[in-house]
C-alpha cells in the first residue's frame, strides 16, 4: 500500500487477508508468504472498511466516495456497487449467511443491503451523528452501530427498530462488535477506553484500561475469550474478555493502528497502521 491501511480481515479459512487504504485499493493478501495476491482498484476515494463473505468468495468494501462495493475474491472483478449514502460509508459487513450487507456512513445512517441484487432492504434511523462502525450479531437477527454520538446502539435487523443504547463512552465510539455467542458486545472509542456490554440488558460488564490515546478497533477472538483493540499509541493489546486485564501488548508499528482482528482459528492476529503495513 502506498498510503495509510484503513481496515483489515482475516478470510474464513484464514489462508488470506484483505486490506482497505487511503491509497483507494483493496488488496487480498496470502496470510502465510504475505504476497500480494489481488488489487482492485475501482473506488474513486480512500478505502475505509473491508470484509469477506462468509464463504470466502466475496469481498465488501466501503469508502469515502459514498459506495458499498462487492468483489469476486478470486477474479478481482466488481460485482457489485450500492448507491444511497450521501456521505462516506465508514464501515461494512456481511450478514452471517451471506445475504446481506449492512454500511455505516457519515451521514448518520446504517442501511441494509440485498448482496444479491443491491437493493437497499432496511434503513437504520437515530444515531444523532456520524456512523463509524457497524456488526451483525452471529445469529443474523441483530446490527450493532458506533458513532461520533458518544453511543453504541443495537438494531433489529427485519424491522429497523432500535432494541438497545448502551450510554457510557465520553468520546467518539469507533469500532464495535459482537460476542461469537452474541451475549456481549465490546466497543472502542476515542476515550481511550475498551468496554464491554451485555447485549441483552445494556449493561456495561467491563472497562479495559491501558491504552495512552485513542482505541481505534476491537474485535473478540473466535473462542470470545480475549478480546484485541488497536490505538492511536501505536499499540495492539490482547484483553482477558472475562477479567479485564491486558494479557499481550503487540509494539511493532511505526504509527497508529487503524484496524485489528483475529485469525478464524484464534493463533493469529492481523493490524492494519498509519505506516502503510
Do not use: C
Not at 472497562?207 to 490515546?213: C, D, S, V
Request: hydrophobic share 30%; no cysteine.
Amino acid at each position: 500500500h502506498t498510503s495509510r491501511v484503513t481496515s483489515v480481515a482475516f478470510s474464513p479459512d484464514g489462508t488470506q487477508i484483505v486490506s482497505g487504504s487511503e491509497d483507494n485499493s483493496v488488496r487480498v493478501w496470502d496470510a502465510l508468504t504475505g504476497k500480494q495476491v489481488q488489487e482492485f482498484q475501482d473506488h474513486t476515494s480512500k478505502v475505509t472498511s473491508v470484509a469477506f463473505s462468509p464463504d470466502g468468495t466475496q469481498i465488501v468494501s466501503g469508502s469515502e466516495d459514498n459506495s458499498v462495493r462487492v468483489w469476486n475474491a478470486l477474479t478481482g472483478k466488481q460485482v457489485q456497487e450500492f448507491q444511497g449514502h450521501t456521505d462516506w460509508v465508514t464501515s461494512v459487513a456481511f450478514s452471517p449467511d451471506g445475504t446481506q450487507i449492512v454500511s455505516g456512513s457519515y451521514d448518520n445512517s446504517v442501511q441494509m443491503w440485498d448482496a444479491l441484487t443491491s437493493k437497499q432492504v432496511q434503513e437504520f434511523q437515530g444515531h444523532t451523528s456520524k456512523i463509524t462502525s457497524v456488526a451483525f450479531s452471529p445469529d443474523g437477527t441483530q446490527i450493532v452501530s458506533g458513532s461520533k454520538d458518544n453511543s453504541v446502539r443495537v438494531w433489529d435487523a427485519l424491522t429497523s427498530k432500535q432494541v438497545q443504547e448502551f450510554q457510557g463512552h465520553t468520546d467518539w465510539v469507533t469500532s464495535v462488535a459482537f460476542s461469537p455467542d452474541g451475549t456481549q458486545i465490546v466497543s472502542g472509542s476515542y476515550d481511550n477506553s475498551v468496554q464491554v456490554w451485555d447485549a441483552l440488558t445494556g449493561k456495561q460488564v467491563q472497562e479495559f484500561q491501558g491504552h495512552t490515546n485513542w482505541v481505534t478497533s476491537v474485535a473478540f477472538s473466535p473462542d470470545g475469550t480475549q478480546i484485541v483493540s488497536g490505538s492511536y499509541d501505536n499499540s495492539v493489546r490482547v484483553w482477558d474478555a472475562m477479567t479485564g486485564k491486558q494479557v499481550q501488548e503487540l509494539q511493532g508499528h511505526t504509527h497508529f493502528v487503524t484496524s485489528v482482528a483475529f485469525s478464524p482459528d484464534g493463533t493469529q492476529i492481523v493490524s492494519g497502521s498509519g505506516d502503510n503495513s
